[in-house]
């Protein structure tokens, strides 16, 4: 798939080591539990390959078109860890700092969300973040995503006692689009 400026396509093996560098980034995984050392990241390219193998869509590698720079990752994931609304399919996003404040997440999005209601024939899609992760929920509302804080929840894959547990839900519907 391809927006305005960026190109979202399968993962290279090119992609492994800028890959890596983002995941080890402590700003880039501030809202996560901790950075990925080298063999984690290279696990969930594995995890994200095989999910497109299993759906068809997945998180896609994120390059911008003009130079063919690997910034990143946007795409839908299946979550089906236990919680109120899974399982669900997620509109999520994962960039480089040197790629954030671009837009770049945002126009990913919109074109994840595009085909998770189109080709996907999802009728729902949600995306969630730790509370204090304002970045992510900033795109979240500016792709018209909406927020009922009846819907948070406490993460269950974030280590009881930890400030990252509490996560907000954002929700969008295939009409508003």
């Given at each position: 798939?391809?927006?305005?400026?960026?190109?979202?396509?399968?993962?290279?093996?090119?992609?492994?080591?800028?890959?890596?560098?983002?995941?080890?980034?402590?700003?880039?995984?501030?809202?996560?539990?901790?950075?990925?050392?080298?063999?984690?990241?290279?696990?969930?390219?594995?995890r994200i390959e095989a999910a497109f193998d299993e759906h068809g869509y997945g998180l896609w590698a994120l390059e911008v078109r003009a130079?063919?720079?690997?910034i990143g990752f946007t795409g839908l994931a299946w979550q089906r860890f236990e919680a109120h609304f899974t399982p669900a399919l997620e509109?999520?996003?994962?960039?480089?700092?040197?790629?954030?404040?671009?837009?770049?997440?945002?126009?990913?999005?919109?074109?994840?969300?595009?085909?998770?209601?189109?080709?996907?024939?999802?009728?729902?899609?949600?995306?969630?973040?730790?509370?204090?992760?304002?970045?992510?929920?900033?795109?979240?509302?500016?792709?018209?995503?909406?927020?009922?804080?009846?819907?948070?929840?406490?993460?269950?894959?974030?280590?009881?006692?930890?400030?990252?547990?509490?996560?907000?839900?954002?929700?969008?519907?295939?009409?508003?689009?």
């Amino acid at each position: 798939m391809e927006t305005e400026r960026l190109v979202m396509r399968r993962w290279r093996e090119t992609d492994l080591e800028p890959f890596a560098e983002l995941n080890a980034d402590p700003e880039v995984m501030r809202h996560f539990p901790a950075p990925l050392t080298r063999e984690e990241s290279d696990a969930m390219v594995g995890r994200i390959e095989a999910a497109f193998d299993e759906h068809g869509y997945g998180l896609w590698a994120l390059e911008v078109r003009a130079t063919g720079e690997f910034i990143g990752f946007t795409g839908l994931a299946w979550q089906r860890f236990e919680a109120h609304f899974t399982p669900a399919l997620e509109v999520g996003w994962r960039l480089a700092r040197r790629a954030w404040g671009h837009g770049y997440a945002t126009e990913a999005a919109r074109a994840a969300l595009e085909y998770g209601f189109g080709p996907a024939g999802r009728r729902e899609i949600v995306s969630m973040t730790a509370v204090g992760n304002l970045r992510s929920r900033a795109v979240m509302e500016r792709l018209g995503m909406r927020r009922d804080p009846a819907d948070d929840f406490d993460h269950p894959r974030v280590p009881a006692g930890s400030p990252l547990r509490r996560h907000v839900l954002y929700r969008i519907g295939r009409d508003p689009l």
